[in-house]
């Protein structure tokens, strides 16, 4: 088996975030899960050991230090940060957009991803053994659509953010990454629709998506890397996905 690592997961209540936990708890590694709806983190912990969780809302500066101080201990072992959390918000042109879905995927998927990291940094250099930041950012940073001028413009400020921390960090052993996936079928589309399940549902249909697993699995592949390679940027999307928002079911 792998040595067992330490690694943080934001959005771990949900999709990617839960997958992730779901493959790395497998493996025997510890991990410290956070995210709003702690009753999800909780149900998690309860049944794997290697496990804990806090409460984190990346939007609020104090939430995001609350859960430094109160896992102090657990983070002075910690050498991997999974940043998951994040959301799209509304699928409107931006005239027509609601301002306050701007602000909360700004608040959430650049200022919370960029602040999380930043306060976590002193425990991932602080025992001067490596390791790993991996940014879940998306297709939608690297090819833009219409209705995804904030959106994706978050996660291309996610990509351009795990660039150039690289080299902030360069000789320190810790490798930076973003893993940019296309559809997932997650509860991505209900947050995105405000709830609307109906219309949710509709997202995933005619086509085989990637599930949340298949962004795990590809997280675990890098993390699982020696300690002298590192795979600095992963896009993925389903076979059946062929721009930021073609489908085109494969028949054979
Ligand atoms: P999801 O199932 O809705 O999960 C989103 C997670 O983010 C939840 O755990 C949620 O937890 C957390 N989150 C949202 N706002 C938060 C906040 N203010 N503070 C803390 N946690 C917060 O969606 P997902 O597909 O797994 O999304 C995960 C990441 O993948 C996001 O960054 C998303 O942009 C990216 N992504 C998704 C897709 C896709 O098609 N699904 C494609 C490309 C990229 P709580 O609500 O409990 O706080």
New binding site residues.
């Given amino acids: 088996m792998q040595h067992p690592r330490y690694i943080v997961i934001?959005?771990?209540?949900?999709?990617?975030?839960?997958?992730c936990a779901q493959r790395l708890a497998e493996k025997g590694h510890h991990l410290l899960l956070?995210?709003?709806?702690?009753d999800?983190l909780q149900n998690f912990c309860a049944t794997h050991p290697t496990c804990q969780f806090g409460y984190?809302?990346?939007?609020?500066r104090n939430?995001i230090h609350a859960f430094v101080k109160e896992q102090e201990v657990w983070l002075k072992q910690a050498n991997g940060l999974i940043?998951?959390?994040?959301?799209?918000l509304g699928t409107e042109p931006l005239q027509t957009s609601l301002e306050e879905d701007l602000i909360?995927m700004v608040?959430?998927?650049v200022k919370?991803l960029f602040s999380v990291t930043r306060a976590l940094l002193p425990f991932l250099l602080g025992h001067g053994k490596g390791g790993d930041i991996i940014n879940?950012?998306?297709?939608?940073g690297v090819f833009p659509y219409r209705t995804g001028s904030v959106?994706g413009a978050t996660?291309a400020a996610v990509q351009v953010f795990t660039h150039a921390l690289r080299m902030d960090l360069g000789g320190t052993g810790i490798r930076v990454s973003v893993v940019?996936?296309?559809?997932?079928?997650?509860?991505?589309?209900?947050?995105r629709f405000h709830g609307d399940a109906a219309r949710a549902q509709k997202a995933y249909e005619g086509y085989r998506?990637?599930q949340?697993d298949d962004?795990a699995a590809t997280v675990d592949f890098m993390l699982s890397q020696p300690p002298h390679v590192t795979i600095q940027q992963v896009l993925i999307t389903a076979t059946d996905q062929v721009s930021a928002t073609d489908v085109v079911p494969v028949s054979l």
């Avoid at 956070?34 to 702690?38: D, E, M, P, V």
């Avoid at 879940?136 to 939608?140: E, K, M, Q």
Wanted: proline share 4%.
């Fill in positions: 934001t959005g771990a209540s949900s999709g990617i975030g839960l997958a956070g995210a709003r709806r702690i999800r984190l809302d990346v939007t609020d939430s940043n998951s959390a994040g959301l799209a909360t608040d959430a998927n919370g879940i950012g998306s297709i939608a959106y996660k940019e996936p296309g559809k997932v079928d997650t509860e991505f589309s209900l947050v998506p990637l949340a962004i």
